[in-house]
C-alpha cells in the first residue's frame, strides 16, 4: 500500500520554463509535507515543506502548492535552471516527528 | 561543517555475512534515522531513534538491528545478509522531534552477493 505516490518518473523542460512535479497521497492522517531534492551519490536535500493549514508556501523559485481536498501537493519551479537537473521527492507524515513516508521520486531533467 | 557522516560508501557482502553501517552526526541531533532506497522506490524507514538508548521500527525493520548509545552514533547492524538486502542506505538525522528537514547522510550502497 503505497502512500505516497509520485505518478511521473521522469520529467523533462527547457531551461527557463517551468517544472511542475506532482505527488499524491492517500493518508488522512498525514498534516505535514516535504520536497527533498538528491543529486547522484548525494543524500536527499531539504527543498521545501508545507503543513496542513496552509496551501501554498513559496521560497525563491520553488512554490509548493497543498490540495487537501484532492490529497495532492505539487512543486512549481520557476524559471528552471539547469542545476535543478537532480531527483525529486515528495513526502509526508503527521507533524509530531520522525516518520515520513516518501514518494518513489521523480527525475527532472533541465536542457539548457 | 560535517553534518551526517555515512561510512563505508559502498560494500559487497556475501550472502549470510554480517556488517555494522556506521553513522555519526556533529549537530547534537536528538532524532536519527535508518532508511533503504531501491531502484525506482522512495525510502522506506528501517529503525528510528528518538534519543540515546530509545529506538524503535519503522516500516522494514526484518533482518537488521541498531543501538543506539550516544547522541552522536545510531549504527544499524545486518545479521545473516541476504540478496533482498541489496540497497543504498542513508542514515538522517533532525532536530526538535519534528518531521522538519532530516538531515542526510551520503549513503551506504550494499550489494549481497
Known amino acids: 500500500d503505497q502512500q505516497v505516490k509520485q505518478n511521473s518518473p521522469s520529467l523533462s523542460v527547457q531551461e527557463g520554463r517551468i517544472s511542475i512535479l506532482n505527488c499524491d497521497y492517500t493518508n488522512s492522517m498525514f498534516d505535514y509535507f516535504l520536497w527533498y531534492k538528491k543529486y547522484p551519490a548525494e543524500g536527499p536535500t531539504f527543498l521545501i515543506s508545507i503543513s496542513s493549514i496552509k496551501d501554498k508556501n513559496e521560497d525563491g523559485r520553488f512554490t509548493v502548492f497543498l490540495n487537501k481536498s484532492a490529497k495532492h501537493l505539487s512543486l512549481h519551479i520557476v524559471p528552471s535552471q539547469p542545476g535543478d537537473s537532480a531527483v525529486y521527492f515528495c513526502?509526508?507524515?503527521?507533524?509530531?516527528?520522525?516518520?515520513?513516508?516518501f514518494g518513489q521520486g521523480t527525475i527532472l531533467t533541465v536542457h539548457p | 561543517n560535517a553534518g551526517v557522516t555515512q561510512t563505508p560508501k559502498f560494500h559487497i557482502l556475501k550472502i549470510g555475512q554480517s556488517m555494522t553501517l556506521q553513522c555519526t552526526q556533529d549537530?547534537?541531533?536528538?532524532?536519527m534515522y535508518w532508511y533503504r532506497q531501491d531502484p525506482g522506490m522512495g525510502l522506506k524507514l528501517i529503525y528510528y531513534s528518538v534519543g540515546a538508548g530509545i529506538t524503535d521500527k519503522g516500516e522494514v525493520p526484518n533482518g537488521y538491528n541498531v543501538s543506539r548509545s550516544t547522541t552522536e552514533d545510531f549504527p544499524l547492524r545486518l545479521e545473516l545478509a541476504a540478496p533482498s538486502q541489496t540497497s543504498v542506505y542513508f542514515c538522517?538525522?533532525?532536530?526538535?522531534?519534528?518531521?522538519?528537514?532530516?538531515?542526510f547522510g551520503s549513503g551506504t550502497q550494499l550489494s549481497v552477493l
Open positions: 549537530m547534537n541531533h536528538n532524532y
Open positions: 538522517a538525522s533532525s532536530d526538535r522531534g519534528t518531521n522538519e528537514k532530516l538531515f
Open positions: 513526502a509526508a507524515g503527521p507533524y509530531s516527528y520522525g516518520k515520513l513516508t
